[in-house]
Nanobody, 124 residues
Framework: VQLQASGGGLVQPGDSLTLSCKTSRFVLNNYVIGWFRQVPGKEREGVSS????????WYASSVKGRFTISRNKAKNTVDLQINNLKAEDTAVYYC??????????????????WGQGTQVTVSS
């Protein structure tokens, strides 16, 4: 399963950033895809996911209202737009595909495949 994350970087508080997860059309059309993040010493946590069947989205309460997940079928990507970035958003962000049958991707135990991480650092 191809999952290639990109778009991370060093940004200032209040800035916006868009992360992209490039995958195959087959994966995009058949599996739930989500974004997780991890900081050193903490467990990887789910932040958002989007289903393949109906485009249903899920957001962790800590990011709701600032993060927007979407599918770009022309580019075969799942994008995560992050607005009003905060220092606590600093983490390595990973995209992931849910195991077959997963409707909402929230937990690392539901992940079938991981992409490589992309670092987001929010600092003034």
């Amino acid at each position: 399963v191809q999952l290639q994350a990109s778009g991370g970087g060093l940004v200032q508080p209040g800035d916006s950033l868009t992360l992209s997860c490039k995958t195959s059309r087959f994966v995009l059309n058949n599996y739930v895809i989500g974004w997780f993040r991890q900081v050193p010493g903490k467990e990887r946590e789910g932040v958002s996911s989007i289903s393949s069947s109906d485009g249903n989205t899920w957001y962790a309460s800590s990011v709701k209202g600032r993060f927007t997940i979407s599918r770009n079928k022309a580019k075969n990507t799942v994008d995560l737009q992050i607005n009003n970035l905060k220092a606590e958003d600093t983490a390595v962000y990973y995209c992931a595909v849910g195991v077959p049958g997963t409707a909402v991707l929230i937990l690392p135990t539901q992940v079938g495949a991981w992409g490589q991480g992309t670092q987001v650092t929010v600092s003034s």
